[in-house]
């Protein structure tokens, strides 16, 4: 398990390496919509049509090439430490401030990794059916999306006439959705590190999204859409859709 300190040495020492593509993997959080599921098991374990969740993150990142991918957890920390067996390339980064921060904290506990190079930023609990969804490689910073008509109360982005986005938030009209995963430059990613960093020395900070932090500073970036289809990649939030999807869980819906 890493800590804060161990981070970085770690980065230190790989500085003088070629630069290498990261992936912060945010799985710490408690889970409590899928409940009573995660009283036990933290949600990006639970099994999806037999595989964990964050399996399926870990696979689509090692076939896009992604050389070391950080897990940054949390609530029952202890079960994930089968993947780092089961992948060599994968690191488990314990975030000590769970409980009374937002995903902020996650990120802020993985910073040095921000400083190593271009890294990939995802969450943990969902479930990508595409394993190319990272090929190619980005080679322009920004967030993957889904494009939707109508409105939404969900994380969105607004574009500029070029496509760039203007704006990361809640609520949107005919634009496209966040889905967890983003990806930043070796420039950018730095300057993300430094942006995290200093927002989180100042009170305030404690129940923000680490997605906010990119917001107050969206005129710094240079942030495009990363267009995904909904067969791509499916976020599940509770247990009804979880049944939805996969039908072993069905008999919770009747208990």
């Not at 992936?23 to 949600?43: C, D, E, Q, S």
């Not at 980064?93 to 995903?103: D, P």
């Not at 609520?171 to 942006?195: I, W």
């Not at 100042?202 to 495009?224: C, M, S, T, Y």
Request: aromatic share 10%.
């Amino acid at each position: 398990m890493i800590t804060t300190e161990k981070i970085g040495a770690t980065a230190e020492k790989n500085n003088a390496a070629a630069e290498k593509t990261n992936a912060i993997v945010m799985a710490a959080g408690l889970g409590t919509r899928m409940a009573p599921l995660t009283k036990k098991t933290p949600k990006p374990l639970i099994k999806v049509n037999g595989t964990p969740m964050v399996e399926t993150v870990i696979n689509a990142l090692v076939t896009g090439g992604v050389d070391r991918i950080y897990v940054v957890v949390g609530y029952l920390k202890e079960q994930f430490c089968y993947l780092t067996e089961r992948y060599p390339c994968v690191m488990l980064i314990e975030n000590t401030e769970y409980l009374e921060k937002n995903n902020i904290s996650s990120i802020y506990a993985a910073a040095d990794i921000l400083e190593q190079g271009s890294t990939f930023i995802c969450e943990a609990d969902l479930v990508i059916s595409d394993e190319h969804i990272f090929q190619p490689k980005p080679t322009r910073s920004g967030y993957f999306g889904r494009r939707f008509d109508g409105h939404t109360d969900d994380w969105t982005f607004d574009l500029d006439a070029s496509g760039t986005i203007t704006r990361i938030g809640k609520g949107g009209d005919d634009t496209y959705a966040m889905v967890g995963l983003a990806y930043f430059s070796a420039a950018d990613a730095r300057y993300l590190a430094k942006c995290i960093c200093n927002t989180s020395a100042r009170p305030g900070h404690e129940q923000l999204f680490w997605d906010d932090v990119v917001n107050d500073h969206i005129a710094e970036f240079d942030l495009k859409i990363h267009p995904v289809a909904a067969r791509q990649i499916v976020e599940l939030d509770t247990v009804t859709e979880l049944a939805s999807f996969d039908r072993s869980y069905e008999n919770l819906l009747r208990s």
